[in-house]
């Protein structure tokens, strides 16, 4: 008798590959928080800090230099001792993505009757998790509401 397990193995392949892109998302979210941030703290205040992204993210001025430092391997940021944090053009690009992403998200939380200080904390995870796709979807369904 032979047992078929060419759909359990397929099932599996599926829910492996959602796994990996959901750590694939936690690790990339902490860069977008950064770049995030870095943009949104130099357009406030005309250059962003270590001082200012630590105190902003809530963390120590150790674990903002480790990020950035990541960030400035990754292309992200130049960031020179005791000289502004400074996004690279790629920097500036995803910093502005995950903005337009947060904006919808937030927008479509929003629309769906969700109070603001709620869809404004659950809109900082989901923007980072959400697929190109389900924002797509998200716009259509709200310039479709008008």
Known sequence: M???TIGRVTERQDQSARFRSTRAAHRDETAE????AVMQIATERGQARVRDLAALMGVS???VTRIVARLAREGLVESRRHKPIELTAKGRKLAAKIQER???VLGFLRAIGVPQKQ???DAEGIEHHVSEATIRAMRAWMAARG
């Not at 928080?33 to 995030?36: L, S």
């Open 2 to 4: 032979r047992v078929c």
């Open 33 to 36: 928080d950064y770049v995030e």
């Open 61 to 63: 001025h150790v674990t």
């Open 102 to 104: 947060h904006e919808v």
């Open 119 to 121: 869809a404004e904390i």
